[in-house]
């Protein structure tokens, strides 16, 4: 058994009180962050401090945050976790703290060729966005949590979420763009679209644009996707 608490929801900028992209999941004893933007590290405080980091993509509103747990583990003489991120992601945080470096506070590994984070099995996913970005796929027996990161549209989505026990999906549109630019993030429809494809047991929408009705996001994924629909709330935790 498992359980995934949302530390933030928001994307881009967080809304009063709430917080941008982060999640904790836990399973048999170990923890791992997914993501951590602007004032999820509050939140994770809460729990303590994690096993392990995955970061998905280098835009602050999903790593800002990892700058505060690198100085909450340093500081306070915690362990130097492993950090699964991209390069961009350590430029990051590099441009926000050069001493010490992150490679000197965490572990830092190369997210596209890892295959393992604790107990899970890691599968990575590219996915369309303005900068290089991975869902990522945790498996362990019996349980599979899938989190695309910020996306487009892609069939990739039908393989990252495949009879996944939870699909974590970007849903910041409340309708698409206009005119035939590429594609970089994906509405709430289209989130159930892909869990519809990918054959998902449960759907959690995140990364919503302050403002948005998330009650309307959700009804908008339930009409592609027969499965349990579930809205990102800080502090929500869900059991898997």
Known sequence: MGE????????????????????LLSHNGFRVVLDLGYGAASRLFGHGLPDAVVVTHEHP?????VSALGRASFYG????????CTPGTVGRLAAMEPRPHPTEVFDVRDLASA???GPFR?????LPHHVPNFGVRLAAPGLTVA???????SPVLAELGRDADLLICDATYRTPP?????RYLMTAAEAGEWAAAAGARRLMLTHFWAGTDRAAA???????????????????TVEL
């Open 77 to 84: 003489d915690g362990p130097r976790l492993p950090l699964f």
């Open 115 to 117: 295959a393992s984070v």
């Open 218 to 236: 959700a009804a908008e994924a339930r009409a592609e996707f027969g499965g349990e629909v579930l809205v990102a709330e800080e502090g929500l």
């Open 4 to 23: 995934l608490t949302v530390l933030g929801s928001c994307g881009a900028f967080p809304e009063a009180g709430r917080a941008c992209a982060g999640f």
């Open 178 to 182: 206009s005119g035939d630019e590429p």
């Open 61 to 65: 509103d999903h790593c800002a945050d």
């Open 122 to 126: 890691l599968t990575t996913f590219a």
């Open 147 to 153: 989190y695309t990161g910020d996306t487009g549209p």
